[in-house]
């Protein structure tokens, strides 16, 4: 289980340096654009309920307990400059049907990404064979599960010409190089995606969804002396077009410009177990890693999670509420409806100290015999669901910024970081920390970067001894990758302070 | 769809960008097939089958650069449109003169060895003995021990093909096959629950190991009971050649032509310096037989070498595309690695473990990173602490943290137990002086 800030541009770089869009370079055959009506979805995929209904008896007809269809259509475009000028584009479509049959506990899945009706009952059959009693599905219902609004958008990415892309993916450049004359070279990139979804299960289930996400960001490398040194800052939401202003631009230029400056001056802390603070915003890496993976309900029903068997014991001080919450406007990790038709919640998953909630799927749902959590994700059609975070963030807590440092004689403050993991069974975490500071006798002193810090869940859930009230959601391109598969999420926490983990570091 | 369907709707496509605006074009029709099974308490847990389809195209209109990938081939109307839409919007961007097709007179015209790569066996295996075979791994080890929570096994295969063209003469095409059988198994000792995974995996079916899967991931994690950190302190650290990999990609990225022309490498401007041990001599060989990187020709289709990265701790070589060659004014080598393998030394692992006083043998990483600019590293670990040439106890929840060239500085010995079955062939490897973090 990994996270990683950096990924989107990694594989964004590495495959074509970026990529861009055309008068909207690509865009859907049939667009359908925003829409409410489940029946503007069935066109735009070519396919009737009857033939909905069709591909699902097919798929029931081995005796599985329940089988769904997700369709996708994922329009996607990326422009990249370099060397001072948007000079490489790409873009992406990417179309078919996932189909999944549940018997019990297991899974039978297949896909197709041609939508003719062969095709897709020969994935459905395939998807089937997880179970063996043939068996006849009749059932002939539509329940159209209206999705929630948690995106609305102005101005749809389909429509936005490459020529209205080009210019503030050159000005965050050019703002970049005017800010500090170390500058001595820019990545910067936008991307943007357009996914059409369309949802049926044998339940007779049927929704929809329309999912817009757009990320803009610049790597940052500046030369002092003989000391390179480089800072990556991005923001990614699902909103339209009308996102892109001079002050987005404004923002992350001079975020980045003066992150990077920070760590010409950096040092390395002492090498061993000290006590950390972690800042508002990106620190939010610490619940994901920490306590997010062990608390998702597939590890705990195979006994593999730490957490396995402590649901409703005490977990964290009282002051403690941890939350997923996959409702948050325009979040990048949000979702109307999750991957399985489930409506998309608030989870509560520590309450006051006490482990609450574990995040669920479909399948966990029925072994644990609680509601879905609507944490049912995918990374695309060609994915089985499984339960995976939204956006993960601490409540605020009784305590200051000031009241935190003020306990800490030697230790570190941390409020960037790149990347994070954790063994779901030993439950050893780690973050890597792009940069912070020292903290020596209660005060902020040098510039620290380039350390991993690594801790064990519970015990650094206990070890969270002050929260403050400075809450902040970080709104970078965060990417989670469980089991293969990477979704969008957020992450976010107030200033907490937790007594001890282990700081990578130098020996004396 | 067929090699020679390949061709024809990868020249089809060509034809058609070079009809609508583009200069240069390269056309890239991927296929493949992915079989996987997992089994967990005597049943089915999941049963996946995936055939998917796809088509790159790279374009170069008046010298502006894109590449559009998309996996809707059925309707050439539409394919025909989204290439015509994709050069038009090509022509919003700046202009790059190093945005070319490579040299003709550097691509792969044939001749090369037979590679072994391709089981020609993989579609006429029984689905039912794959079964069988992840039923056998699990096996080995369910209910073989108390302390056991969960063991899944994993049978996968899969085949992929691709086809490229461009327009300056490149014709050529590459199949190859895989299997792999793997074990997860999580053991409980209060409230500790680690868990190990082993694996196996071959290019031909009938080299597929059958056993001895499940008996290993599960010893690895039974040995893994009671880790703890240890205090902090500079030691040697000895890694599993598995693992040993870890160790090198930021080395190899710090060679990548993106990173060296985008100054974002700590390896810039030290081609034929020194910045390893005698000790470290690298060789990217892609000709290999049945190598897990072997190829004839790279992304591109310009025509493999065998070539030495590091010799004797000198840096011999970058990986350049043409692009990035342009823009350095150098010859291309090609853009990624093929197979790599590290010249041996003369010692396996248990000779390496008995010959240290007191270090740490890695034998898992937890996250970290590095900072491409400097070489500046810092990621959790977990082993064992050995001493007098001894294994004493697991160790876990620690970090190791430094630079990678000092590091490479410190390499003392490369083992003689190359991991074959990797691309990247990496013994087990011995470092001095390395600064652990614990308690």
Request: aromatic residues 10%; charged residues 25%.
């Amino acid at each position: 289980m990994n996270l990683n800030r950096r990924n989107f541009l990694k594989t964004g770089t590495a495959a074509a340096a970026g990529a861009v869009l055309i008068p909207p370079l690509v865009q859907s055959c049939n667009n359908l654009k925003i829409s409410t009506n489940v029946k503007d979805y069935l066109n735009h995929f070519e396919v009737s309920r009857a033939a909905l209904n069709k591909v699902i008896s097919v798929a029931m007809a081995k005796g599985g307990d329940y089988a769904d269809l997700f369709f996708e259509h994922k329009i996607s475009n990326n422009i990249g400059l370099q060397d001072g000028k948007v000079n490489s584009a790409s873009s992406k479509i990417d179309y078919g049907v996932g189909i999944r049959v549940l018997k019990g506990d297991q899974t039978g899945f297949a896909y197709s990404e041609s939508l003719d009706m062969q095709s897709m009952l020969d994935a459905a059959r395939l998807a089937a064979s997880i179970a063996d009693e043939p068996n006849t599905f009749k059932k002939d219902i539509f329940n159209e599960k209206v999705p929630a609004d948690y995106y609305n958008i102005e101005k749809n990415w389909e429509d936005v010409s490459v020529k209205d892309k080009v210019p503030f993916v050159q000005k965050i450049n050019d703002r970049i190089f005017s800010l500090d004359e170390k500058v001595i070279k820019v990545n910067a990139f936008l991307s943007d995606e357009s996914s059409y979804v369309l949802f049926y299960n044998s339940d007779g289930r049927i929704s929809y969804d329309y999912r817009p996400m757009a990320s803009f960001g610049a790597v940052c490398i500046m030369q002092k002396g003989r000391q390179v040194e480089n800072f990556y800052s991005a923001r990614s939401y699902r909103k339209g077009f009308e996102w892109l202003t001079e002050d987005l631009v404004e923002e992350l230029a001079v975020e980045v410009t003066q992150r990077t400056n920070t760590l010409f001056d950096a040092t390395k802390p002492k090498a061993g177990e000290m006590p950390v603070v972690l800042g508002a915003g990106g620190s939010g890496i610490l619940l994901h890693e920490a306590i997010g993976h062990t608390f998702e309900a597939d590890f705990n029903r195979k006994g593999t999670s730490i957490f396995s068997d402590k649901m409703g014991k005490k977990v964290a001080e009282n002051f403690i509420n941890i939350i997923d919450d996959g409702t948050l406007e325009n979040n990048r990790g949000a979702l109307n409806i999750d991957d399985e038709g489930n409506d998309v919640k608030k989870t509560c998953l520590v309450k006051d100290g006490v482990l609450n909630s574990y995040i669920h799927d479909r399948i966990s749902s029925a072994h644990y015999g609680v509601d879905p959590t609507g944490n049912g994700r995918r990374e695309s059609f060609r994915h089985i669901p499984l339960p995976r975070m939204s956006s993960t963030y601490m409540e605020p807590g009784p305590h200051t910024r000031e009241e935190i440092l003020a306990e800490v004689d030697y230790g570190v403050y941390v409020d960037n970081f790149s990347n994070g993991q954790v063994k779901i069974g030993a439950g050893d975490f780690t973050f890597f920390v792009k940069s912070g500071y020292l903290v020596e006798k209660g005060k902020m002193t040098r510039p620290v970067k380039d350390i991993n810090i690594i801790g064990n869940g519970p015990q650094a859930l206990a070890d969270v001894v002050m929260a403050a009230n400075d809450y902040k959601t970080d709104n970078g391109t965060w990417v989670c990758g469980k089991g293969g598969q990477s979704v969008p999420v957020t992450m976010g926490l107030p200033t907490v302070l937790v007594k001890g983990l282990t700081v990578g570091g130098l020996n004396a | 769809m067929t090699t020679k369907d390949k061709y024809k709707l990868a020249d089809r496509a060509l034809e058609h960008a070079l009809n609508n605006g583009a200069s240069q074009a390269r056309v890239i029709i991927n296929n493949s097939q992915n079989n996987s099974i997992s089994v967990r308490e005597k049943k089915i847990e999941n049963l996946e089958k995936s055939i998917e389809n796809g088509l790159s195209i790279f374009l170069y209109v008046d010298n502006k650069y894109s590449v559009h990938s998309t996996n809707r081939l059925d309707k050439w109307k539409e394919l025909a449109k989204f290439i015509e839409e994709a050069i038009e919007g090509t022509r919003y961007l700046s202009e790059d003169k190093y945005r070319k097709l490579p040299d003709a007179s550097l691509y792969y015209k044939g001749g090369g060895p037979e590679l072994k790569i391709f089981d020609e066996e993989y579609e006429s295996i029984d689905p039912q003995q794959k079964i069988d075979l992840a039923f056998g791994i699990e096996n080995e080890v369910a209910g073989k021990d108390e302390r056991i929570v969960s063991v899944t096994s994993s049978y996968d295969d899969g085949m992929s093909g691709m086809v490229m063209v461009t327009s300056n003469g490149f014709r050529g095409d590459r199949t190859s096959t895989y299997y792999n059988l793997s074990a997860s198994v999580s053991v409980k000792q209060r409230d500790a629950r680690p868990g190990e995974g082993w694996f196996d995996n071959a290019v031909f079916y009938k080299t597929l190991k059958h056993d001895g899967i499940g008996r290993e991931a599960l010893e690895r994690a039974l040995r893994k009971l009671g880790q703890s950190k240890i205090e902090s302190g500079n030691m040697p650290m000895l890694i599993e050649n598995r693992l040993a990999g870890q160790c090198l990609s930021p080395l190899i990225r710090a060679l990548s032509g993106a990173a060296i022309q985008q100054k974002n490498s700590f390896l810039v401007d030290m081609l034929d310096k020194k910045v390893g041990s005698p000790r470290l001599t690298l060789i990217d060989d892609p000709f290999i037989e049945s190598g897990r990187g072997s190829r004839l020709f790279d992304s591109e289709g310009m025509a493999t070498k065998k070539r030495k990265i590091f010799e004797n701790g000198i840096l011999r070589s970058y990986y350049l595309d043409t692009y990035y060659a342009g823009k350095l004014d150098m010859e291309p080598t090609g853009g990624s690695t093929t197979n790599l393998v590290l010249n041996k030394g003369g010692r396996n692992i248990d000779e390496l473990i008995a010959s240290l006083d007191r270090g740490i043998f890695v034998t898992g990483f937890n996250g970290g990173n590095s900072n491409g600019s400097t070489g500046d590293f810092s990621y959790g670990i977990e082993g064992f602490l050995v001493e007098k040439g001894k294994i004493v106890k697991p160790v876990s929840e620690m970090n190791i943290t430094g630079n990678f060239l000092e590091l490479y500085k410190n390499l003392a010995e490369v083992g003689n137990d190359a991991y074959e079955d990797s691309a990247w062939r990496t013994p087990s490897l011995l470092f001095d002086d390395v600064s652990f973090s614990g308690k």
